[in-house]
């Protein structure tokens, strides 16, 4: 059986993960609290009025310590605590709270790039990578083939996905692109690969770059490619063993 094997938010796009044991979803939204927060840096031409593309945000793809940060939501007051393991434990409210944050990663901030300056939220819109309210998958049997031929051990996390699933033949995700899906009591349509950034090739425990992942994709399959993008068709829960099934 296909099952889902592990749930991730990311409160602050490019800035930590959460894991979660089940999540409420709702037609044509992003996941609760995923990506509620993005960190524009001096170079935006964002405003925060509205979705913008990854460009306009700080991220793992141009800061690889960024990769190393863990996050976990208090939902009740709208706090988020993020931990590294270069910097103390940081608790604040993004909303208000922007000082803190950039005092607190601040040293993680390489001073040749373009520095974070604002926290934008987009009421209603998580900050994906798309520019429609997606919901990551990954494979991870295609997870395990991947590090195989690259002799080394991967984490998952370098992928900053939503859902982890296992039980399929490696790559076999992609062949879902069009289908639906159902995942609990969740339904969804495949609409997308997802295109992989330089993020994915820093160690999401340390947050320095140590594995070749575009190189392997490209030296492989001649694509950068790992994972799907999917929208929430049918409201519902999912939690964690979940089944997932192709529908059609």
């Known amino acids: 059986m296909t099952e889902v094997c592990a749930l991730w938010r990311h409160p602050i796009k490019g800035h930590g993960r959460e894991a979660l044991e089940t999540v409420d979803l709702t037609e044509g939204q992003t996941m609760p609290w995923d990506r509620r927060w993005a960190v524009a840096h001096e170079a935006t031409k964002s ?65 040749n790039r373009a520095q974070s300056t604002h926290i934008h939220r987009v009421p209603g819109r998580g900050m994906t990578d798309t520019d429609f309210p997606s919901i990551s998958l990954i494979n991870m049997a295609s997870h395990r083939d991947l590090a195989e031929r690259m002799g080394q051990e991967l984490s998952p996390l370098r992928w900053r996905c939503n859902i982890h699933f296992d039980g399929v033949a490696p790559w076999e995700e992609f ?63 999912i939690k964690l063993g979940d089944e997932v099934e192709v529908l059609a």
């Open 47 to 111: 405003d925060g009025s509205e979705w913008a593309p990854c460009a306009n945000y700080s991220r793992g793809s141009k800061v690889a310590a960024l990769m190393a940060i863990n996050a976990q939501v208090d939902e009740a007051t709208g706090t988020v605590t993020l931990s590294h393991p270069q910097r103390p434990e940081l608790t604040f409210d993004p909303d208000t709270e922007t000082a803190s944050f950039l005092d607190w990663v601040r040293p993680l901030m390489p001073p």
């Open 175 to 237: 062949s879902w692109i069009g289908k639906s899906l159902r995942i609990g009591s969740v339904e969804f349509q495949v609409r997308e690969r997802i295109v992989r950034c330089l993020a994915t090739t820093a160690n999401p425990e340390t947050g320095q770059r140590d594995a070749d992942t575009l190189g392997a994709l490209n030296a492989e399959w001649d694509h950068q490619d790992f994972g799907v993008y999917a929208v929430v068709s049918k409201g519902g829960t």
